[in-house]
């Protein structure tokens, strides 16, 4: 059986939202919030953390009118917009519509957070001793970062695909 390229996107953006869901479903019930627990020494660590902002925190000062609008209704238009473009763009390349969906399943992940909870809940950080170190974040944000990567790709891959036949 063929699954057609919607049911794949669907399915993609799904898969996304759920791994991301289970893993902070896992996290609120077992780990204790505000703890850190190392899983490899002090370079990968657990938390537990309810970051009411966006991404590193930003915008959790911000007042409740305008956190709404930045971080629920403008998130939820242009991710409502990225599903209509990616289902109506038939010209994208492979490395894009993962990229696009992944981005659209961790978006729309913590933006759920955001209604149901409030908050999103964050729980992974790496320290590699000063030369790299991340915040707090979440598989969700891992989605969006991995699709942004794939967007980068598939841009530069488009480039160099347009030199070789100038």
């Known amino acids: 059986m063929k699954l057609s390229r919607t049911t794949w996107i669907i399915l993609l953006i799904v ?7 289970v893993t ?7 780990v204790i919030p505000g703890s ?10 657990l938390h537990n953390v309810e970051n009411s902002g966006a991404f590193l925190g930003m915008g959790s000062d ?7 609008i930045l971080l629920l209704i403008l998130p939820t238009v242009v ?10 763009n038939k010209s994208l390349d492979r490395n894009s519509l993962i990229g696009f969906s992944c981005i659209v399943g961790g978006g729309v992940a913590n933006v759920y957070d955001r209604i149901v909870y409030g908050s999103v809940t964050d729980f992974l950080h790496i320290d590699l001793s000063g030369v790299f170190r991340t915040g707090i974040f979440n598989v969700a944000d891992m989605s969006v970062m991995f699709g942004m990567g794939l967007l980068l790709f598939a841009s530069f891959k488009g480039k160099k695909t347009i030199k070789e036949t100038s």
């Open 62 to 68: 911000f007042n409740p009118t305008l956190r709404i």
């Open 79 to 88: 991710l409502g917009y990225v599903v209509y473009y990616i289902l109506t």
């Open 36 to 45: 850190q627990t190392p899983i490899i020494g002090d370079i990968f660590t």
């Open 24 to 30: 902070k479903i896992i996290v609120r019930a077992d």
């Open 15 to 21: 898969f996304n939202i759920v791994i991301d869901q």
